[in-house]
């Protein structure tokens, strides 16, 4: 197509569009529905039913006043208009509106909009609705949305939410209200951290003390029996159930005044810090001034303790024994308080036995059994090993199923399968270490054994590895071996016999996994760096090296069972003394 035929045709385009818009209608066959006219809310005809939206975020006796003028302006506001009818005054007293959670009346009010009950809502302001943009925007665009549309009005703002023009300044207000409150919620932090360091901790209500005239606690002679009661009862034994039980029948009171006591109230007063006269602040935090969701404070936020603070109402030492008890009580433990025991003669001298179910030893609770057994030895006879003349050569010389290892990871514990051929149906044991010297063991355990872990599981005919809890030690262990948490590590070993014992030794040099050496037993009968046993393998004498350092040797032992005693220091304490 040339360019003038290209022109043509688009002026002929043009004439035809001219000529359809001037057409004439042709009224005979012509009806035109008029747009129903936009609902005049504010009309002097328009009959609606109006509610009334109040909120104050504290139920302090100040903002009282403020609440029940809000209601009682609205409700003079409502008067004023003859054709309005106030259908209802919906207010929330002491609740946040930073979130919706817990806003019992703002709930109730979408409830009867959604049923239709209600075609407008008036309030004081944006803030007084919600501090929170996404629920300040998202409410009014879903009232907005329904079969009868509901508006709302917020006065100080002059904002209409029916409006076309409303969005933009209604999500500005929003906005502005929602950084008020971040604003203020930084102001109470800082007011907060001045507070604690300047000596001045919070103190709240709380059972079995009061406030004097200076805010400062006294021990309060009514309610302090009962937090005597409640920690006599849970060291003697009782179940934080039954206690509630006992305090239920008795008609004792909670610090809210309750007689209904449950599990979780007793557990509050035996963690309560505060009993036995200390003050910790800053237990928990809330991350984000929206959801006001508390956390527990894991060092994300400093802490301060106040020890000795006021009067006590029971002794520290009961204290401590009952948050061992509590901390024990996940485990499946359910004796008095711990049972720690050292071995005091034979190849295990100076190992203490691991608790499966007790979570509350520390690091240095090993330490001191260990060493008590040790008292007045010279240093050189306890770094004295049984092991001597055995020589280190690589594991990877030897395939899995001939080796014996012993697997830690994730707060499991695994032999392999070598150990639990060995063992048979004796798959009862106790896992032992020695801090001072940083050994392993494992031994085989009679049946009356508290300490007891089963390490096997019979299956076709043939026992095979079973994994073995160890979160109540897991973390203990690893600091005294010096190990990383986040690791495998697989410690590996062969059989050592003597005076009625069979012993795996391990090296421990602290390599994860796969990257242990492994022993091999050399002295007389056999050449340095090699094998001694039957079909013996050949090692270059770079490979291996002397292995007289007891601090890189793990010990796991198959042997019958030694009688242990306490720990010196350590005996099983009696109620009245709750010693360790």
Not at 101 to 124: N, P, S, V, Y
Not at 198 to 225: F, I, M, W
Not at 493 to 505: P, S
Request: proline letters at 6%; glycine letters at 6%.
């Amino acid at each position: 197509m040339t360019h003038e035929a290209e022109k043509r045709s688009g002026l002929s385009q043009k004439e035809r569009v001219r000529w359809r818009i001037h057409t004439q209608i042709d009224q005979e066959n012509y009806t035109f529905f008029p747009a129903k006219e936009p609902r005049d809310f504010f009309g002097e005809s328009s009959r609606l039913s109006v509610a009334v939206y109040a909120r104050v975020s504290t139920g302090n006796v100040e903002q009282t006043s403020s609440y029940e003028l809000q209601k009682k302006y609205y409700e003079d506001y409502v008067r004023r208009h003859p054709n309005w009818t106030l259908a209802r005054i919906y207010a929330d007293e002491g609740i946040s509106g930073t979130s919706l959670a817990h806003r019992e009346q703002f709930h109730q009010m979408i409830t009867d909009c959604k049923a239709g009950k209600i075609d407008l809502i008036l309030t004081k302001s944006v803030s007084r609705f919600a501090r929170n943009v996404v629920d300040c925007i998202s409410t009014v665009r879903m009232l907005s949305e329904l079969s009868s549309p509901v508006g709302v009005f917020f006065e100080s703002e002059c904002i209409f939410s029916l409006k076309d023009d409303s969005q933009m300044a209604l999500s500005f207000q929003a906005t502005m209200a929602q950084e008020e409150s971040h604003t203020r919620s930084r102001s109470m932090e800082t007011s907060l951290r001045m507070r604690l360091d300047g000596g001045l901790p919070l103190t709240p209500k709380l059972l079995g003390y009061s406030h004097d005239s200076e805010g400062n606690l006294v021990v309060n002679p009514q309610e302090a029996p009962t937090v005597k009661l409640i920690f006599y009862l849970y060291l003697y034994g009782y179940s934080t159930s039954e206690i509630a039980e006992i305090l239920t029948r008795q008609g004792r009171k909670t610090y809210l005044g309750n007689i209904k006591w449950t599990s979780n109230a007793v557990v509050q007063v035996l963690r309560n810090e505060r009993h036995c006269g200390d003050v910790l602040i800053r237990k928990t935090f809330i991350p984000n001034y929206l959801t006001h969701k508390a956390k527990k404070n894991k060092g994300d936020r400093p802490q301060s303790l106040y020890r000795n603070h006021h009067e006590a109402i029971v002794s520290r030492e009961d204290y401590i024994a009952a948050q061992h008890l509590l901390d024990n009580s996940k485990y499946g433990n359910k004796s008095f308080l711990p049972e720690l025991r050292v071995v005091d003669q034979g190849l295990l001298r100076g190992f203490v036995v691991l608790h499966p179910r007790w979570a509350g030893l520390r690091p240095e609770d090993y330490l001191q059994a260990s060493a008590a057994v040790h008292k007045g030895e010279e240093e050189a006879e306890v770094a004295l090993s049984p092991w001597e003349g055995f020589e280190l050569a690589r594991a990877q010389l030897f395939s899995d199923s001939q080796q014996a290892f012993m697997v830690f990871q994730r707060n499991r514990v695994r032999l392999s399968s070598l150990c639990v051929r060995d063992l048979g149906e004796r798959n009862k044991i106790e896992l032992l270490v020695d801090p001072l010297r940083k050994l392993l063991a494992f031994r085989t355990a009679p049946p009356t054994s508290r300490n007891a872990v089963i390490c096997s599981a019979l299956s076709n005919g043939a026992y095979h590895p079973r994994e073995m809890g160890a979160a109540a030690y897991f973390s203990t262990l690893f600091t005294l071996l010096g190990w990383n948490p986040e690791l495998k590590y697989r410690v590996s070993g062969i059989r050592y016999r003597g005076e009625g014992e069979t012993a795996y030794l391990f090296p421990g040099d602290g390599q994860p996994a796969e990257g242990v050496p492994f022993f091999l037993p050399g002295g007389v009968g056999a050449a340095r760096g090699q094998r001694a046993d039957p079909g013996g393998l050949h090692l270059p004498p770079p490979w291996c090296r002397p292995a007289h350092d007891p601090q890189h040797l793990y010990l796991a032992v198959q042997a019958d069972f030694e009688e242990t005693q306490p720990a010196p220091g350590l005996e099983r304490p009696q109620p009245q003394t709750h010693r360790r």
